[in-house]
């Protein structure tokens, strides 16, 4: 059974970091996807940064510059640091993961259960 389970989340004030982790569990065969969504009240849940299996990446224009995700192959692990933060970064951040795993060999897209992220003086 495939599990995604974040971590790092809390309270900053703006201007602040915060470093989110992603581990990814079970009988996985390979990676090709991971990424970091987020969804404040009210509002859809948006692409925040995804990194594929080949180190590229891609970033919500609002997170560019100071946003920066990356992935630890060997530790099944995605993070993202997070700088300058704002007021408007607040939300509840989730970690998405492509993957296909065994037992039998299956592909499937997996959510986490998410980890609140909180700017505010």
């Known amino acids: 059974q495939v599990q995604l389970v974040e971590s790092g989340g809390g309270l900053v004030q703006p201007g602040g970091s915060l470093r989110l982790s992603c581990v990814v569990s079970?009988?996985?065969?390979?990676?090709?996807?991971m990424g970091w969504y987020r969804q404040a009240p009210g509002k859809q849940r948006e692409l925040v940064a995804a990194i594929i299996s080949g180190g590229i990446t891609n970033y919500a224009e609002s997170t560019k510059g100071r946003f920066t995700i990356s992935r630890d192959n060997a530790k099944n692990t995605v993070y993202l640091q997070m700088n300058s933060l704002e007021s408007e970064d607040t939300a509840v951040y989730y970690c998405?993961?492509?993957?296909?795993?065994?037992?039998?060999?299956?592909?499937?897209?997996?959510w986490g259960q998410g980890t609140q992220v909180t700017v505010s003086l």
């Open positions: 998405n993961a492509d993957l296909q795993s065994l037992g039998p060999l299956r592909s499937g897209n997996y």
């Open positions: 079970g009988t996985i065969f390979r990676i090709y996807r």
